[in-house]
């Protein structure tokens, strides 16, 4: 009997082992994994990620568009403003004045709200009195070169300086060439704005 005891005592041993070796190692029943909590997008931050998106969209088409229309404004205020220029004594339309008048009308039809001041000068040889008359005459021969097109008289007007606004104050013929001249001044910008 006693020899049965100790088989029993090593088998109740045994399992006494086995069991401690089992709960070591995590054995048993494993136990579930707890379920993952799903993951909610946080709709807050998509709209706000979204909107964030959009407000920069409209930014940069806004400063594009804003570029757009300097780099416009800059073309038509440069055309409509640049300089034609006389021969001596002379108020008749040169063959290089042409080119810079069509484009002066084509920005003109382009824009039909903008009115021009046109400036006649001259150089300082000559009375006063006989270079505000030839100013006048320049200015005119260029407006009248204008409405020929069919643009409206009424979006130019006229001045003379005569000899009183010199580009240039040297006593030679490249400054009195400079200064046979009619200027541009825009009086009214219209849709092309007078900018800031």
Known sequence: MASIGRKNVGWLLGAIALTL???????GTPEAEPEPEPQVADTRDAA???AARA???KRRAEAEEARRREAERDRVVTIATERVFFDFDKSNIRADAEP???????????YPDITIRIEGNCDD???????????QR????VRRYLISYGLDTSRFTVISYGE???????QDEKAWAQNRRDDFVIT?????????
Do not use: F
């Open 48 to 50: 706000a990620d979204s």
């Open 125 to 135: 040889r000559g009375s006063v009195e006989y270079n505000l008359a030839l100013g």
């Open 188 to 196: 009214n910008y219209g849709r092309l704005g007078a900018g800031d």
């Open 55 to 57: 407000a920069e969209a």
């Open 164 to 170: 009183e606004r010199p580009l240039d104050r040297a």
């Open 21 to 27: 070796v089992i709960a070591a190692c995590g054995g």
């Open 138 to 141: 320049r200015a005119e021969a």
């Open 100 to 110: 810079v008048l069509q484009r002066k009308v084509s920005v003109l039809r382009e």
